[in-house]
Structure formats: C-alpha cells, structure tokens
C-alpha cells in the first residue's frame, strides 16, 4: 500500500460499523485462511487506508482485511484517513514472495519465534513443508549453499538429493566446471551415478521411475498384442466369410435369367451382389 504524505494522513480508531468498502476482491480460500491466521496470532499488522465522509469511512485499501475482522468479531479498526480520496493512488504492482525467499525469511524468524508460533501466524500446523528440513537434511552443506544463493534452482536440489552427499558434491563440481545448472544436466548425472552411492531415503527414485516406465511398456505392448491377434482373428473369419457368400453370388448372378430378373425387379440388389464379387476379387468398384 502507497504510504500517503504525512500532512494529509491522521491515524484513527474507527467503529468497524462505520467502515464501507468501495470496492471488492477476490481471493482463494487457502490466502484468505492465511489471512484470517495471521491476524489471530499476531493481530493487524498493517492499518485500512481510509477517507472520511461525514459520519462514514471509505476502505480504500484493505477490504480483505476488513473482512477477516469482520469475521473475527473486531469492533474498532485501525485506521490511516486520508483527507480526501484523491489523495489515494493505488499500487497495482504487488510482488509475491518466492519460494526461496519464503524459505529464507522463515528461517530468518525461527532465529528469534519458535515454530508454533509462526505455524499458527501461516494457519499451518507445521512448518517442514514450506522449509523443506527433509530435503535440507539430505544435502551436502555446499549443495544447500548454492541453493541459498540462488545457483541452484530447488527443483535441480531435490534430484541431485536422489543422491548420498558424497556424489552431490562430485555433480555440484561438475556442473560449476560446465557452468551446467539445469535440471536435465543434473538428472543425467543421477541417473549415471552407481547402485552404491544412490541415497536409500528418499521413495520414487529416477532409477525406479524408469523400471516402471519399463514395466508400463511392456504391459503397453501386451494389450497392443492381444488388440492384434483379436482383429486378426476378426478379419481372417471376415475373409472367409466373404468368400463363401461369393461363391453363392456368382451362382446366381453367372445365370442370364436370375440376372435379367434381379435387373428388372431388384436393381440395389444385383448392385450389391457385383460389389460382393469384386471385393472378393479385389477389384475396384465404379
């Protein structure tokens, strides 16, 4: 939220009764939550920018706010009022937090509030998730120094920790050597790495990945197989088929008078019975 300047700005204790928003968000369920816990554990950070107008105030910025104090029961909000409303510019240019940044500024809170407290300000009941401690266990020191500094993409750390630290640190050098730090060089090299130095902790490994890829293969070609020999079966009795009800047209149709008649009464069908014979001779019909 843009900062209004000072001479234009009074900080107040508004009735939330008297507060009225000029405009809607939406959010998702799962921000919102986040919201509503944040404001639980650690109340109302940042005041509602507002603007008066007679017994009334305007919400300018922090209708999601308002909302979630609305729901908690709040009476009286904390309040930046604005002189006027021209006064407010909007900042449409918000910047998410990454998850590395997240990840750093957690760790950097856990130096000073323990878990519980910034699980419940995230409406989480814990924090390994959005730290990754199982990943960060699994990594070599200078593997997770490069991950802090940004080198390394966390998607490249979690498949280099398919591997025991030793070969982390062997890959690592690899790719600085290369100046490599993409996910298929580092895929590659795991995948290259021997029975004995591949990390048992971890499930789904890449080299299991391409048993079951095999296995799907396998199971792919068998249907295809059975598909085959079905339809194969279906088009020999086709076949046969097709040729005993041949002999029995060419029966009638070799005969003048059965001909002439059919002709006569039963044009279609003589039309049929020629299109039989030629398919089974495998001439073209016109």
């Given at each position: 939220m843009p900062i209004p300047e000072p001479a234009n700005v009074k900080g107040a204790d508004v009735p939330i009764v008297k507060l009225t928003p000029l405009r809607k968000r939406t959010i998702s369920k799962k921000n919102y939550a986040k919201l509503l816990a944040n404001i639980k554990a650690v109340g109302l950070i940042e005041p509602l920018c507002v603007c008066q107008e007679d017994d009334q105030y305007f919400i300018l910025d922090g209708y999601l706010r308002y909302t979630a104090l609305l729901e908690l029961g709040i009476e009286t909000v904390p309040c930046l009022v604005l002189a006027s409303r021209d006064l407010y510019t909007p900042n449409r240019q918000?910047?998410?937090?990454?998850?590395?940044?997240?990840?750093?500024?957690?760790?950097?809170?856990?130096?000073k509030l323990d878990e519980s407290t910034i699980a419940r300000a995230f409406g989480v009941e814990s924090l390994k998730t959005r730290l990754n401690t199982a990943l960060y266990r699994d990594l070599h020191p200078l593997v997770v120094a490069e991950l802090e500094k940004g080198t390394l993409l966390q998607s490249v750390a979690?498949?280099?920790?398919?591997?025991?630290?030793?070969?982390?640190?062997?890959?690592?050098?690899?790719?600085?050597?290369?100046?490599?730090?993409?996910?298929?060089?580092?895929?590659?090299?795991?995948?290259?790495?021997?029975?004995?130095?591949?990390?048992?902790?971890?499930r789904n490994s890449p080299w299991q990945r391409g048993q079951n890829t095999k296995r799907d293969l396998v199971k792919k070609l068998a249907e295809v197989e059975k598909h085959y020999d079905f339809y194969s079966a279906l088009y020999r009795q086709y076949v046969g088929d097709l040729l005993k009800l041949a002999i029995y047209i060419r029966q009638i149709v070799s005969r003048p008078e059965l001909r002439n008649y059919m002709a006569e009464h039963h044009a279609e069908d003589l039309m049929f019975f020629e299109s039989v014979l030629a398919e089974s001779e495998g001439k073209a019909v016109g």
């Open positions: 918000v910047n998410h937090l990454s998850s590395k940044e997240e990840v750093r500024m957690l760790r950097k809170a856990l130096e979690k498949e280099i920790a398919y591997v025991v630290p030793k070969r982390q640190l062997e890959i690592l050098k690899l790719m600085q050597e290369g100046g490599d730090w993409s996910l298929a060089f580092a895929k590659a090299q795991v995948l290259a790495t021997q029975p004995h130095l591949r990390s048992k902790k971890r």
